[in-house]
T-cell receptor
Framework: EPEVTQTPSHQVTQMGQEVILRCVPI?????FYWYRQILGQKVEFLVS????????KSEIFDDQFSVERPDGSNFTLKIRSTKLEDSAMYFC????????????FGSGTQLSVL | GENVEQHPSTLSVQEGDSAVIKCTYS??????FPWYKQELGKGPQLIID?????GEKKDQRIAVTLNKTAKHFSLHITETQPEDSAVYFC??????????FGKGNQVVVIP
């Protein structure tokens, strides 16, 4: 069964450093997303991406965040200058189309900012 | 924005019994309500979803009911098995795939 894959599974970084989280969405999906879950809190929407541009972003997704689809398979989330409060589990998701609304999630990247 | 509340936070059931998890949502514009199951070390997996034009949906041992008037929806698991032990998330959205999630519910099935 096709699945969304995320790498790395764990990432430890120093405050102020840049990190790139990587995702390979399901191959025939057109919509891509990043969500995050801070420990003990709800899963929160960050951004949606379609046709090589951001469709929607939350208030969390400020100028420190960016997304990119550098090639036909990868979808990345970059945090330019990490802060302690960026520590969270980051989930990538994809869907076949917006009307389908069935999101398929990856296993997540646990980001720890020290 | 949409706010989804989920309760109880933890639910323990004897194997073979039923489990019910309830969620409430705030935005009457929401029209899509998925449920996700998350096992240890894995991402959330969609197990069932319901749209606002339907009051109930069933898939084998799991079912979801929706009360639009009261703005709540529930997940029902019958004949629970140990492999049903997981964290279950409800969510609500309205067509843009920007889902608002509940906080999650740890279900423990006791053999």
């Amino acid at each position: 069964e096709p699945e969304v894959t995320q790498t790395p599974s764990h990432q430890v970084t120093q405050m102020g450093q840049e990190v790139i989280l990587r995702c390979v969405p399901i191959s025939n999906h057109l919509y891509f997303y990043w969500y995050r879950q801070i420990l003990g809190q709800k899963v929160e929407f960050l951004v949606s991406f379609y046709n090589n541009e951001i469709s929607e972003k939350s208030e969390i997704f400020d100028d420190q965040f960016s997304v990119e689809r550098p090639d036909g398979s990868n979808f990345t989330l970059k945090i330019r200058s990490t802060k302690l409060e960026d520590s969270a589990m980051y989930f990538c998701a994809s869907s076949q189309d917006s009307l389908n609304e069935k999101l398929f999630f990856g296993s997540g990247t646990q980001l720890s900012v020290l | 924005g949409e706010n989804v509340e989920q309760h109880p936070s933890t639910l323990s059931v004897q194997e073979g019994d039923s489990a019910v998890i309830k969620c409430t949502y705030s935005d009457s514009a929401s029209n899509y309500f998925p449920w996700y199951k998350q096992e240890l070390g894995k991402g959330p997996q969609l197990i069932i979803d319901i749209r606002s034009n339907v009051g109930e949906k069933k898939d084998q041992r799991i079912a979801v009911t929706l009360n639009k008037t009261a703005k709540h929806f529930s997940l029902h698991i019958t004949e629970t098995q140990p492999e049903d032990s997981a964290v279950y998330f409800c969510a609500a959205g309205y067509g843009n795939n920007r889902l608002a999630f509940g906080k999650g519910n740890q279900v423990v099935v006791i053999p």
